[in-house]
């Protein structure tokens, strides 16, 4: 059986530690994790000219996921995030501006990727400038299920982009502490955090919001329903993009027809599976249903 395809668009980046450098972005983990559950997925981005641009398209390639949606900019440098820590370890983030992928450009979008069904994946900060921003608004005119991972990053998280964003999605996955800023943003609700979930699916016309916890699990939401899920207990190796498998067993879940319920206890298994694994893309069993993820031929 054939899937529509589920491209990502946004961000790629190379998170630079004081040891090493490690490459991400929230859109390019959800094409992996999709990718390494054999759903078809590509990518639309931007990189520079340069040798981390060089390097991140080797390691994508390497990855299995297309490149002919990654464009290349001959000014604009690749995606650079400098990660620093303080003296009680808590890390602080410096996000490169502008980078390669605030210049995503409409004209250098494959028409193999416009003029055929796709489904899209969005987040916030690849809408911080008007290019990557407009090139989004087309793609979202023509994508038939979208996808959006809130991911606010201060301070490129401004209501309206958000505002908007949710306007425009089918699915939302957010944490709970951006869940208490929707609220305070766009509500001011008093209510419980499954009240405000609920109002905003009403406000926003949107079908599911899930709303994910870290370590304590995650629940999931739609107009009339929530279920909840303590997470599955792992030994934690690293946290780095166990988000984003939990939004990609997510969509596919959603995409299938799962029901609400198995499609949270999916997306936390896998979450909780990437948490155990060293990096954000670690590679998967042969057959990803030995994770018991997958309802897809």
Known sequence: MEHTPVISYGEIVWDQFPDKKVL????LNVAYHLYAQKWPAGMISRIGNDSYGAEALERIERLGIPLDGIQKDAELSTGLVLVSFAANNEPSYEIVQPSAWDNIRESEVPETITHAPFHLVFGTLAQR???????????????????????????FDLPELVESSLHAADVVKMTREELGQLNDWFLQSQETEDAVARTLI?????????????????????????FHHPGFPV????????????????????LTGVPLQ???????RL??????QSGATPEYPKDPRQLGLMGID
Not at 203 to 224: H, L, N, P, Q, R
Request: net charge positive.
């Open 262 to 268: 198995e499609c949270l206890i999916r997306a936390n």
């Open 129 to 155: 400038n008007g290019v990557s921003r407009r090139t989004l608004q087309l793609l979202l005119s023509r994508a038939q299920q979208k996808f959006y991972d809130v991911n606010l990053r201060p301070p």
């Open 235 to 254: 030994a934690q190796a690293d946290p780095v993009g166990s988000g984003d498998a939990f939004f990609s067993a997510l969509i596919i879940g959603y």
């Open 271 to 276: 979450g909780a599976f990437v948490a155990s």
């Open 202 to 226: 009403r406000m926003f016309g949107i079908a599911v919001i899930a709303v994910t916890d870290g370590d304590k699990g995650a629940s999931i939401y739609d107009s009339e329903r929530a």
């Open 24 to 27: 991400g972005g929230a859109p």
